[in-house]
T-cell receptor
Framework: EPEVTQTPSHQVTQMGQEVILRCVPISNHLYFYWYRQILGQKVEFLVSFYNNEISEKSEIFDDQFSVERPDGSNFTLKIRSTKLEDSAMYFC????????????FGPGTRLTVT | RKEVEQDPGPFNVPEGATVAFNCTYSNSASQSFFWYRQDCRKEPKLLMSVYSSGNEDGRFTAQLNRASQYISLLIRDSKLSDSATYLCVVSKAAGNKLTFGGGTRVLVKP
């Protein structure tokens, strides 16, 4: 069964450093998303991406964040200058754009900012 | 008011019993509804989409009440492996962002 994959599984970085989180969505999917979940809190939407552009973004997704689909398979989230409050689990999701547009999530990257 | 509200639980359920819980959503324009399950420190996994007329998938039954803006999930013949947090999720339109509730924790005990 096709899966969304994410790397790395855990990233530790110092405050102010740039990080890039990588995702490989399911191969025939057209819609891509990033969500995050701070420990003990609910899952929160960050950004959606379709047809090579951002289709929607949340208030969390400020100028420090960017997304890219550099080739036909990868989908990346970059945080330019990390803050302590960026520590969270970051989930990538993708959707085929058919039916109920169900979104399937990757296993996540745990980002720890020290 | 929270966009999607759920009783956090935990619901302690004897193995083999039936458990039901629901969630309410505030945005009447919501069009798509889902139940996901999340195990500790893992990703949300799609359990089922919720159809307007309600739907069943094995031991799981989901219902949607648009007038009262709530969604329910019923689990029959609970298994130990059903222990998880169940996330109520809504979306304004197909393809749009998902809005998650805080989850309902279910613990199935022998």
């Amino acid at each position: 069964e096709p899966e969304v994959t994410q790397t790395p599984s855990h990233q530790v970085t110092q405050m102010g450093q740039e990080v890039i989180l990588r995702c490989v969505p399911i191969s025939n999917h057209l819609y891509f998303y990033w969500y995050r979940q701070i420990l003990g809190q609910k899952v929160e939407f960050l950004v959606s991406f379709y047809n090579n552009e951002i289709s929607e973004k949340s208030e969390i997704f400020d100028d420090q964040f960017s997304v890219e689909r550099p080739d036909g398979s990868n989908f990346t989230l970059k945080i330019r200058s990390t803050k302590l409050e960026d520590s969270a689990m970051y989930f990538c999701a993708s959707s085929s754009g058919t039916g109920f547009y169900e979104q399937y999530f990757g296993p996540g990257t745990r980002l720890t900012v020290t | 008011r929270k966009e999607v509200e759920q009783d956090p639980g935990p619901f302690n359920v004897p193995e083999g019993a039936t458990v039901a819980f629901n969630c309410t959503y505030s945005n009447s324009a919501s069009q798509s509804f889902f139940w996901y399950r999340q195990d500790c420190r893992k990703e949300p996994k799609l359990l089922m989409s919720v159809y307007s007329s309600g739907n069943e998938d094995g031991r799981f039954t989901a219902q949607l009440n648009r007038a009262s803006q709530y969604i329910s999930l019923l689990i029959r013949d609970s298994k130990l492996s059903d222990s998880a947090t169940y996330l109520c999720v809504v979306s304004k339109a197909a393809g749009n962002k998902l809005t998650f509730g805080g989850g309902t924790r279910v613990l199935v005990k022998p």
